[in-house]
């Protein structure tokens, strides 16, 4: 536990606007286990919010850094190219679920990322229009929170947005949304607040992450892509959370094998611990920005690069879209069997699992009991997030390279606490 000292020192030298979890400091950390100052050993489910899918300090990933460290750890790509951004853009373009040849450009937060996908779709339509969903999460600057779908905590006090930004109902079945219900919300907003014409992109998460891990259902996803077909509007898929294996698939686009987006933004496990984040998308859409238009200082940063060329290999190396798959379909009957009464939903794909907590006799959210969950699970080893618009969900986010027996463990863990509270 966090000294009071160490406390102190934190509220002196940090904002109250970054909240934090844990109270304790993190001393080190291997793979799935982490370990605080007085050398306490925790389980991360939470794995630095989806980035560690192949886990702390994945040897792998290392030896790529420690390379690129004896070489050269910045230049700014857009001043003086290295080859490995190339290669790495290369590796992207022929693995994403994109009609055509595609292109990449490399950023460093996802934030930065969907921001850019944006100024892209709107310099190849040549509109100013981009419709987001409720329940949406896609990053914390102004542009980025204009089309975040939940206000608590992130954008309170911070208006006003920037303008041209709407929103439609996300289909989420639990809570009374239906596909043919939010398909009708983007329909109203043709009718009310701004004409297809006008829309340069439609920017979804195929799961959505904060949000609540809600799976974007198959026919949702298709009706959006005849939508934007009719209509000539660009389909941005924000697989900042659900990429990288952590669906059970390297792009959770895929599951929908009949639908292309236009546009991707990825980041979080793309960079393996490093700072990295990437738009992809459709060659000539990719081409719309002028020379000088796209980029960063540390854009594409070298040794975020060579973590994520080691970060694609490890993937297909250790089999992470089948063992996600695995371990997904392990928590899910662990979650089952506690049938615990006020467990309202358990669902996502691969390793993006989420349960849901809500009274049985009302169905209004129960944030109290996750909660407790999270901070009980805490207090005996094991690090879980919280997440949704109510914030009554419990999200499941272990590295994918967790061990077996410990994978087990937390299991049998987590089933202890969920039939004690």
Known sequence: MMSSETEQRR?????????????????????????????????????????????HRHPDV???????????????????????????????????????????????????AVENAVKIARAATGRPGVIAFSGAFHGRTQMTLALTGKVAPYKQGFGPFPGSVYHARYP?????????DALESIEEL??????P??????????VQGEGGFYVAPDEFVRALRQLCDKHGILLIADEIQCGFARSGKLFASEYVPDVRPDLMTLAKGLGGGLPLSAVCGRAEVMDAPAPGALGGTYAGNP?????????????????LCQRSDRLGTQLTETLRACAHPRLAEIRGRGS?????????????????????????ARQEGLLLLTCGVYGNVIR????????????????ALLETILRRV
């Open 396 to 411: 499941f986010l272990y590295p994918l390279t967790i061990p077996d027996a410990q994978f087990s463990r937390a299991l």
């Open 197 to 206: 014409q006008q829309v340069a992109a439609i920017i979804y998460e195929p």
């Open 11 to 55: 509220l002196a030298a940090t904002p109250r606007g970054v909240s934090v979890m844990c109270d304790f400091l993190v001393a080190g950390a291997e793979n799935a286990t982490l370990w605080d100052e007085q050398g306490r050993e925790y389980t991360d489910f939470a794995a630095g919010i989806a980035v560690l899918n192949t886990g």
């Open 62 to 112: 290392i030896a790529a850094v420690r390379e690129q460290l004896d070489k050269f750890t910045h230049t700014a790509f857009q001043v003086l190219p290295y080859e490995s951004y190339l290669t790495l853009a290369e590796k992207l373009n022929q693995r994403a679920p994109i009609q055509g040849a595609v292109k990449t450009t490399f950023f460093t937060t996802g934030a930065e």
């Open 352 to 376: 993006m699992i989420a349960a849901e907590f809500c009274d049985p006799d009302t169905g209004q959210p129960d944030a109290q009991l996750a909660r407790e969950i999270q901070q009980q």
């Open 172 to 180: 989420n079945a639990l809570h009374g949304v239906s596909v043919a």
């Open 190 to 195: 043709f009718r009310v607040d701004i004409s």
């Open 303 to 319: 040794l975020a690069i060579a973590a994520a060329l080691a970060v694609l290999q490890v993937i297909d190396n250790e089999q």
